[in-house]
């Protein structure tokens, strides 16, 4: 491997052909869609997601484990400001 080669270049997604699929229906929509990756840890959900959709993601974020509803809720939007600041005007109420 040559290191010209970029990460997508150096790891290929084998098998998941049904998860894969799943990821193309948003895709195809012609309304705006939400996509929400959930599951066991370690399994390589993030790696699957950023090698399907490349450069086509708009959002990202992580939840946090063991936090309250209020703590997630603030996380979200503290990462969604900071990804749009000219698109959320006020925070959610508690």
């Known amino acids: 491997m040559s290191r010209s080669q970029t990460q997508s270049e150096k790891t290929r997604i084998v098998g998941r052909i049904e998860e894969r699929r799943s990821l193309d229906d948003p895709l195809e929509s012609p309304d705006a869609e939400l996509l929400a990756i959930y599951g066991r840890r370690r399994f390589g ?6 090698e399907h959709f490349g450069n086509r993601i708009a959002f990202e974020i992580a939840g946090l484990h063991g936090e ?21 005007v006020t925070p959610p109420r508690s």
């Open 68 to 88: 309250s509803t209020v703590r997630q809720l603030a996380h979200f939007f503290s990462a969604l400001r900071n990804a749009f600041p000219e698109a959320i």
């Open 45 to 50: 959900k993030t790696f699957l997601v950023r």
